[in-house]
C-alpha cells in the first residue's frame, strides 16, 4: 500500500513563502509522476504543479512563476516551492503519485493520494 503524506502548510502574510514537502511510501518513488493539487473552499480541485520521473515540469498559469515543483528521490519526497503567495492561493493543497513517467495535468490519472495540508494566506 502506497502512503502519500504532505507536510509544511501554515498562515502566511501576502508576499510570504511556504515550501510544501510529500513524503511517499515505497520503493519505486522514483518511477512515479507527481503532482500538487489544490482545493479552495467552494471552488474545485486544481493541480497546480506537476513533475514527471525524468523532472519535466508543468504548471497552472495562475502559479507559474511564483511556485516551483521538485523532487528527490534518495528522500522519497516532492516538494512545492511557494513564493510571492496571494490570497487567492489559500487551499488545502494536496500531494498525488501516478504510476507513470510523463507529467500529466490530469489529476484523475493519478493513482495516490495524501490528505493534504492547509494553507492560509492572509492579506
Known amino acids: 500500500q502506497v502512503q502519500v503524506v504532505e507536510s509544511g502548510g501554515g498562515l502566511v502574510q501576502a508576499g510570504g513563502s511556504l515550501r510544501l514537502s510529500c513524503v511517499v511510501s515505497?520503493?519505486?518513488?522514483?518511477?512515479?509522476?507527481m503532482g500538487w493539487s489544490r482545493q479552495a473552499p467552494g471552488k474545485e480541485r486544481e493541480l497546480v504543479a506537476a513533475?514527471?520521473?525524468?523532472?519535466?515540469?508543468h504548471y497552472a498559469g495562475s502559479v507559474k512563476g511564483r511556485f516551483t515543483i521538485s523532487r528527490d528521490n534518495a528522500k522519497n519526497t516532492v516538494y512545492l516551492q511557494m513564493n510571492s503567495l496571494r490570497p487567492e492561493d489559500t487551499a488545502i493543497y494536496f500531494c498525488a503519485a501516478g504510476r507513470f513517467a510523463l507529467v500529466s495535468t490530469a489529476g484523475q490519472d493519478y493513482d495516490f493520494w495524501g490528505r493534504g495540508t492547509q494553507v492560509t494566506v492572509s492579506s
Open positions: 513533475i514527471g520521473s525524468r523532472g519535466s515540469t
Open positions: 515505497g520503493r519505486t518513488f522514483s518511477d512515479y509522476a
